[in-house]
């Protein structure tokens, strides 16, 4: 069975565990506080970062490398499409979600949040955090630009972007820092695809010291 290094959290693991059950790979989760720099794990990955996910011999990093060599290996069902444009606007949009939005959202939010108290490396930067809430409003508006024009964010089927995407507002979901009124459309998004079977782990996700919202495994909120 594959094995997951992994922090409930983090968008990054979150996006090859979607991955991983929408290809219906049985795969164990081991959490990872990679902050602690284990020699065991730093073995696994001297980046020192998770993911790291062992499977089929090997050992590998970087979340983006992973699902992509699990699209090349476990083809079926694809979250890449074919063509070469098609795949280029998929690629376009994961680097956007992990690269952009994580460095103007997710680092102001929920590593303010939640990982500085996990961590132990002290209190929110209340600067940071408005930071974070402003620039999310402006990511909302472009994904509801986006789906308008779409059935989903990169095209007319689902797509590795669409599950980057939902990795990071799922983490954020958890600490109640998505405003799902603000667009109606990016609401019926996330709703459908936290309805799919491969959504069912990370919405049992529990982080110690920080409940779950009312309203964070509703299907129907």
């Not at 290996?73 to 074919?82: E, F, G, I, V, W």
């Not at 459908?192 to 299907?219: N, T």
Request: with cysteine; net charge neutral; charged share 30%.
């Amino acid at each position: 069975m594959a094995k997951l290094y992994h922090l409930p959290l983090s968008p990054f693991c979150r996006k090859v565990r979607l991955s991983l059950a929408e290809k219906k790979i049985e795969c164990e989760l081991v959490e990872e506080r990679y902050w602690e720099q284990d020699a065991d794990f730093l073995r696994r990955n001297p980046a020192g970062k998770v993911p790291v996910l062992r499977i089929d011999g090997k050992t590998m990093s970087e979340s983006a490398a992973i699902c992509e060599w699990l699209e090349e290996k476990y083809p079926d069902p694809a979250l890449l499409p074919r063509s070469p444009d098609a795949r280029y606007e998929v690629r376009r949009l994961v680097a956007w979600f992990d690269d952009k939005f994580h460095h103007e959202v997710t680092s102001k939010l929920l590593y303010e949040r939640v990982n500085k108290k996990i961590m132990k490396t002290g209190f929110p930067d209340s600067g940071n955090v408005k930071a974070g809430a402003k620039a999310i409003k402006y990511h909302l508006d472009y994904m509801a630009w986006l789906l308008d024009h779409r059935r989903w964010l990169a095209g007319d089927v689902m797509t590795l972007a669409d599950f980057a995407a939902a990795a990071h507002l799922s983490s954020l979901d958890y600490i109640s820092d998505v405003d799902w009124n603000r667009s109606a459309v990016v609401k019926d998004w996330y709703a459908k695809i936290k309805s799919r079977p491969a959504f069912r782990s990370i919405l049992a996700d529990q982080v110690p010291g920080f409940p779950q919202p009312a309203h964070y495994a509703d299907l129907d909120f």
